[in-house]
């Protein structure tokens, strides 16, 4: 399991934009650097990221070779009602890892 | 000839004592970094530095080695106990009659108390329990002792300091005492004061040591880089964190 950073309030309004942020530590080797034998290094980034409130969708977002480790990826939605929000990162081996946090909506 | 010779030294000596850094104009690197780089150190959620921090809290109540004993079972809480250590570090070590780096200090207790293998230099998980150690120490200012026992280290450090090296003749102090602020190809120079360590380098994409970063300049001015935990760079070290004395620990610092 990958160490994992997420942000947003516990509790918000009903109606209200919230501010969500991630970060998720990842090596994002982008498969064009050579290791120190001259062979390349193969390509492993987190390819797509998604996440769902209650179930539905909000966010997704795919990555590509030039984004950096560790990736970082901040965005808002709007607090509908309470329940969970779900943050899942996919990378090239197929692997999926989710994190789940509640949120609070008065 | 002897007053010519007499007024030369002492217009040299004049020269470097002026190039030193006065206390009111010390900044850390944290001032010469862009605005968006400060706002990832400010940030903790967006910090990628506390990812190690984070691996370094799981690692630090972790048991290990041939005395299945974890640093928590002797340390307890490090929010107390490992409150401002970091600040202090390097420090004199009366058994190996020499100073230690925070680094050397945990694969030193790894192997005293826990019996356990010492970890590798800039591994992941060093990087990560240094990080979290020093994390501990972050606001408190930097009280590194350079007494007695340790002023020969530091004498040698300070020499180090000043003295030019490699193929482009450059010492530490031309670029960080008398031309910081200034320009090399597009980064800034900063003065070189060590509050972040281990700071998460932007260059690196991961947390990195002050002596992997002493490395890196010394490869840049084209001079042979010492090895992990040689004498000099410990030396070196210990001569910085004196030089940055009273400034606050920031680690884990984001820098470019």
């Not at chain 2, 001032?31 to 809290?57: H, I």
Request: glycine share 8%; charged share 25%; with cysteine.
């Amino acid at each position: 399991m990958a160490r994992v950073l997420i942000n947003l309030p516990s509790r918000a309004k009903r109606g209200e934009v919230i501010e969500i942020k991630t970060l998720i530590a990842h090596p994002m080797e982008t498969g064009y650097r050579l290791g120190p034998t001259g062979v390349v290094i193969p390509r492993d980034i987190i390819n797509r990221f998604v996440c769902t409130y209650n179930g539905e969708e909000v966010f997704r977002a795919e990555l590509f070779p030039a984004i950096a480790a560790n990736p970082f990826i901040a965005f808002s939605t709007v607090a509908t009602e309470s329940g969970e929000l779900a943050f899942s990162w996919t990378d090239d081996h197929g692997q999926t890892q989710t994190e789940v946090r509640q949120i609070t909506v008065e | 000839m002897r007053v010519l010779v007499l007024a030369v030294v002492t217009a040299t000596v004049v020269a470097a004592a002026a190039a030193e850094i006065t206390p009111g104009d010390r900044r850390s690197g944290y001032d010469f970094s862009g605005p968006e780089t400060r706002a990832m150190q400010d940030d903790d959620t967006a910090n990628p530095g506390m990812l190690g921090v984070l691996q370094g809290e799981t690692l630090w109540a972790r048991k290990a080695g041939a005395a299945d004993r974890s640093c928590a079972d002797c340390h307890g809480d490090p929010r107390t106990s490992m409150k401002g250590v970091a600040a202090r570090y390097p420090a004199f070590d009366p058994a190996l009659a020499r100073p230690l780096d925070l680094e050397e200090r945990i694969n030193r207790c790894r192997s005293e108390h826990q019996g356990a293998e010492p970890l590798a230099w800039e591994s992941e998980d060093l990087l990560a329990l240094t990080a979290f150690i020093a994390h501990q120490s972050r606001g408190l200012p930097i009280t590194v002792q350079t007494d007695a026992e340790l002023r020969p280290f530091f004498d040698l450090g300070g020499e180090l300091f000043h003295r030019r090296q490699g193929q482009l003749n450059l010492s530490c102090s031309q670029c960080h005492d008398d031309n910081w602020g200034k320009r090399l190809a597009g980064a800034v120079i900063p003065q070189g004061h060590p509050t972040g360590y281990p700071v998460y380098r932007l260059e690196w994409q991961s947390l990195g040591s002050l002596q992997r970063r002493l490395r890196n300049c010394m490869i840049g001015v084209r001079a042979e880089p010492y090895e992990y935990g040689a004498p000099e760079a410990v030396a070196l070290e210990l001569y910085l964190m004196e030089r940055t004395h009273g400034m606050p620990i920031e680690t884990p610092a984001v820098r470019p």
